[in-house]
């Protein structure tokens, strides 16, 4: 069976390389492998044009201690999000009251986190971000949670973090979901078939795997042939990470070098003003 692999040269971006790399080691809100969950890898894939064969029988994230995880804050915050919005593409999306209400109640938490109040200080000091915390949750919650339109829908029907962390349905294709918490529940929920893996490598013989490359289908009707995303990583790094590449105009994919880690960062922004199109982070060698 043949691999994939990465051959071109890896040119990591200096600045923004320092700045994901502080990100990264301030997040002490991170979950690890062996204390809050463990993943079951299984067979690999090697096409990333569709989804045609099943090589792991069993479930990705095998074991999840939801009351360890979901006891902190900004991570429960995170998951009553996750139901606030319809999976087709096209349908308008009604943001309640209450919907409205655990937005701003996400951002309040994540605002007061040192990985966000890092973020905010690299951007204030790039002048792309307001000093005033309050105004810094309101430029968050513009890019984050205000809808938008996307092509042939017929209204607001998708927002950054619907496409980024939630996932959405177009046609017999899964677009988006770029985040281990919502895959986790999905696949608990019965809805997520995992299909195999990427052979992406980060490190030399990296015994905790934090990005994976991935396929499933959901509910048998929609597949995703290629899928990356943090593993054990905090909501709140993950917000910090792609409001950082957006706001300091990272449009496309950019090279960086995550403390010991080799990762290709890919944000494309959405219309003329600042939203996510879509950002996800893979390991920048395939093989």
Same mark, same amino acid.
């Given at each position: 069976?043949?691999?994939?692999?990465?051959?071109?040269?890896?040119?990591?971006?200096?600045?923004?390389?320092?700045?994901?790399?502080?990100?990264?080691?301030?997040?002490?809100?991170?979950?690890?492998?062996?204390?809050?969950?463990?993943?079951?890898?299984?067979?690999?894939?090697?096409?990333?044009?569709?989804?045609?064969?099943?090589?792991?029988?069993?479930?990705?994230?095998?074991?999840?201690?939801?009351?360890?995880?979901?006891?902190?804050?900004?991570?429960?915050?995170? =998951?009553?999000? *996750?139901?606030?919005? %319809?999976?087709? @593409?096209?349908?308008?999306?009604?943001?309640? $009251?209450?919907?409205? /209400?655990?937005?701003?109640?996400?951002?309040?938490?994540?605002?007061?986190?040192?990985?966000?109040?890092?973020?905010?200080?690299?951007?204030?000091?790039?002048?792309?971000?307001?000093?005033?915390?309050?105004?810094?949750?309101?430029?968050?919650?513009?890019?984050?949670?205000?809808?938008?339109?996307?092509?042939?829908?017929?209204?607001?029907?998708?927002?950054?973090?619907?496409?980024?962390?939630?996932?959405?349905?177009?046609?017999?294709?899964?677009?988006?979901?770029?985040?281990?918490?919502?895959?986790?529940?999905?696949?608990?929920?019965?809805?997520?078939?995992?299909?195999?893996?990427?052979? =992406?490598?980060? *490190?030399?013989?990296? %015994?905790?795997? @934090?990005?994976?490359?991935?396929?499933?289908? $959901?509910?048998?009707? /929609?597949?995703?042939?290629?899928?990356?995303?943090?593993?054990?990583?905090?909501?709140?790094?993950?917000?910090?990470?792609?409001?950082?590449?957006?706001?300091?105009?990272?449009?496309?994919?950019?090279?960086?070098?995550?403390?010991?880690?080799?990762?290709?960062?890919?944000?494309?922004?959405?219309?003329?003003?600042?939203?996510?199109?879509?950002?996800?982070?893979?390991?920048?060698?395939?093989?």
């Amino acid at each position: 069976m043949a691999y994939y692999q990465d051959d071109s040269a890896f040119e990591a971006d200096g600045d923004l390389s320092d700045a994901i790399s502080k990100l990264w080691e301030m997040d002490d809100n991170k979950c690890y492998p062996g204390q809050q969950y463990e993943v079951d890898l299984q067979g690999y894939v090697t096409s990333s044009r569709r989804v045609n064969k099943d090589f792991a029988r069993d479930k990705l994230i095998s074991w999840f201690d939801e009351e360890e995880i979901f006891s902190r804050p900004t991570y429960k915050a995170f =998951r009553d999000l *996750l139901d606030n919005y %319809e999976l087709e @593409r096209g349908e308008v999306e009604v943001v309640t $009251w209450e919907e409205r /209400k655990e937005n701003w109640e996400f951002l309040s938490l994540i605002v007061e986190t040192p990985v966000m109040q890092e973020a905010q200080r690299i951007l204030v000091e790039r002048g792309k971000a307001p000093e005033d915390t309050d105004d810094f949750k309101k430029l968050l919650h513009d890019i984050w949670f205000k809808m938008y339109h996307r092509r042939g829908g017929r209204g607001p029907d998708s927002c950054s973090f619907e496409h980024v962390f939630v996932g959405e349905g177009r046609g017999d294709e899964f677009i988006g979901l770029h985040n281990w918490l919502q895959f986790y529940l999905q696949e608990k929920a019965g809805n997520i078939n995992y299909h195999g893996f990427f052979r =992406r490598e980060t *490190l030399t013989d990296d %015994e905790i795997p @934090r990005l994976i490359a991935l396929q499933f289908s $959901w509910k048998g009707i /929609k597949s995703k042939p290629m899928c990356s995303c943090f593993l054990g990583t905090s909501p709140e790094f993950e917000i910090a990470v792609y409001t950082l590449c957006l706001l300091l105009d990272k449009d496309g994919k950019t090279d960086c070098q995550m403390g010991e880690y080799e990762v290709e960062i890919v944000v494309h922004s959405h219309g003329f003003k600042k939203k996510l199109g879509t950002a996800y982070i893979a390991a920048a060698r395939l093989y």
